[in-house]
């Protein structure tokens, strides 16, 4: 879908426009978002204690001072609290917190199910979400506080939330990533990151490559540079509840090919299996902010069709990187002898399956028992962490794959 320099012009316009500080606006809500709290309580007392399980607080702080909230849900509902449990770190996508994981019942919850089926479960919440937004220094009201993209949770988020989960448990984990939480994830592991800490991964709707993706919105987006020209002026925090932020939502939904009548739709595709119920807990909770540069990052992605580092700008790469063009990641470096489980759906938008078969292309070389590969035609880029047949489609499986490299 090409942009042209009109429509390009009308964003840059427009990007003026809203971030002129007196022209912020202060509307509760647009598109379905709701501002929506927790009236002070953590995860645990908000979302999971009302279940009837055991759910612990901690803060784990990064190498570059940011404080990270990661829940525990020790045990099921029902005894083994003597047991050896295996740790499960499980880690959400952009724009959303660790609740997503707990959107459903206890039945349909992939966390929960986890729990009830003999594994110390740990949710890890990613810097700028509603309940990591503290630092050593800096206040999240800085625009140094957001200085940062994906590749500062590779280096320094998932190495700390995970050697904490060593630390505490003295085990290898197993991990589970959906959307982002699986391009972190590849990416760390070809660089070895954390390879001895790791025991399997569950990768679902799995991004590395977003070339081909489908999603009308996000394409317009990442083709107009937005990401760059709202970063020229001082949108920092990328917060999908604040006024300037709707307005180009609002822009872009005004656009041709973009229909955001039913805006999660518009940006997943079409999720064969949600609870109408979910969708509205899903709505209250979510999205949660990210910083504009990891957009930015992503949006490259899309632009330049390879998994590479943030681009800088050739000047600055060269200093950054000692050379002008950003490394890539090289997905062929994963262990070949790491499990591995991939779910992907026919009818995603972000994990479309041409970018999903250059990621399986990748790995060719992995061993052939290590590797497993779901594919579920009616599946959209939601239904993997919300769908009410998720419990037996998907998470029953992952729980057998862990079992089976315990």
Known sequence: MAMSILSCLRIFTLVMFVLEPNRVLSSRHYFGFISYGDNGAGMCASTVAPHGYKCQEFEV???????????????????GGGQIRQPVLLQHGVLVDGATWLLSPPEESVAMMLADNGFDVWISNTRGTRYSRRHVTLDARDSEYWNWSWDELIVH????????????????????????????????????????????AALLSPIAYLSHMTTAL?????????????????????????GPVNKLLKFFCAQPGVNCYDLMTAITGKNCCLNSSTVEIFLNDEPQSTSTK????????VRDGTLSKYDYGSNYNLAHYGETKPPKYDLGNIPR????????????ALSDSKDVETLLDYLKFHDVDKLHVQYIKNYAH???VMATNANNLVYNQIISFFRNYA
């Open 157 to 200: 988020d998932l190495p700390s939330v995970i050697d904490f989960i060593f630390k505490q448990t003295g085990q290898k984990i197993h991990y589970v990533g959906h959307s982002m939480g699986t391009l972190i994830a590849l990416a760390s592991f070809s660089e070895g990151r954390e390879i001895d800490k790791v025991k399997s």
């Open 337 to 348: 002898d790491l499990p591995l489980f991939l779910s992907y759906g026919g009818q995603d």
């Open 382 to 384: 939601a239904d993997f």
């Open 294 to 301: 990891n957009l930015v990052h992503l949006a490259q992605t």
């Open 61 to 79: 702080k990064t190498d570059d001072g940011y404080i990270l909230s990661v829940q525990r849900i020790p045990q099921g509902r029902v005894g």
């Open 218 to 242: 996000g394409e317009v987006a990442a083709r107009a540079f937005v990401g760059e020209i709202t970063t020229i002026f001082g949108l920092a925090e990328f917060n999908p509840k604040s």
